[in-house]
């Protein structure tokens, strides 16, 4: 996220650094192991996006975060967040957070992420903006608070303060073997923080 904002500082016109976010990530994404392909791991994938206005309507979220912990949280305690805002970047440092987080991204010039070698299971998913603003997460509940099944899925928006820094949304998803799970998300109306 710093080399991105040096390159805007620097001049670098949105179109040549979407390109090159682009390319740094399929170049990383074929370097996965063969071993990871095969594994009979599923993946996580999505596009992330937000409305500029009503002129330019929908972009991509470049440089949106995306945490994958294992389990269903609900709700998202605060704690849960610090990955997103905290600066580390490589697997050890999430490592020492206070939940396993298995897996983390960083959307790509075209709002992209893809999350590989995933290990079948329940997990919650929290992405943050990196641009649309606001003071609400939206949780989805399947569960009452006794840990039993809900028949009907809903969203609840909470109030928090962890979203001062970008909307945080939070989805429960089930990783299947060999499968991919699309976790396409529109962050809304980028707006000032109140």
């Known amino acids: ?27 990383a994404a074929s370097a996965l192991p063969a071993s990871a392909a095969q594994s009979g791991n599923g993946r996580v994938k999505g596009t992330l996006t937000f409305l500029f206005n009503y002129n330019y309507g929908t972009k991509p ?18 704690d849960a967040i610090a990955p ?28 992209n992420f893809e ?14 903006s990196s641009h649309a603003i606001g003071k609400y997460v939206s949780v989805v509940v399947t569960t009452d608070k006794k840990g039993n099944p809900l028949k009907k899925p809903r969203t609840e928006q909470h109030l928090t303060n962890k979203d001062m820094v970008g909307v945080v949304f939070s989805s429960h998803l089930t990783v299947e073997s ?17």
Do not use: C, W
């Not at 999430?94 to 075209?110: L, M, P």
């Not at 995933?118 to 992405?127: A, D, E």
């Open 1 to 27: 996220m710093d080399d991105i904002i040096a390159l805007k500082k620097a001049g670098v016109s949105e179109k040549t650094i979407a390109v090159m976010v682009d390319a740094s990530t399929r170049s």
């Open 61 to 78: 979220d470049v440089g949106a975060k995306v945490v994958l912990i294992r389990g269903r949280l609900d709700p998202i305690p605060d």
């Open 84 to 111: 997103l805002d905290s600066s580390a970047t490589t697997t050890e440092d999430f490592e020492k957070q206070t939940y396993k987080i298995v897996a983390h991204s960083v959307a790509d010039g075209n709002g």
């Open 115 to 128: 999350l590989t070698d995933v290990p079948p299971g329940q997990y919650t998913i929290i992405m943050q």
């Open 178 to 194: 060999g499968k991919t799970v699309d976790e396409s998300h529109d962050f809304g109306v980028s707006a000032l923080p109140l």
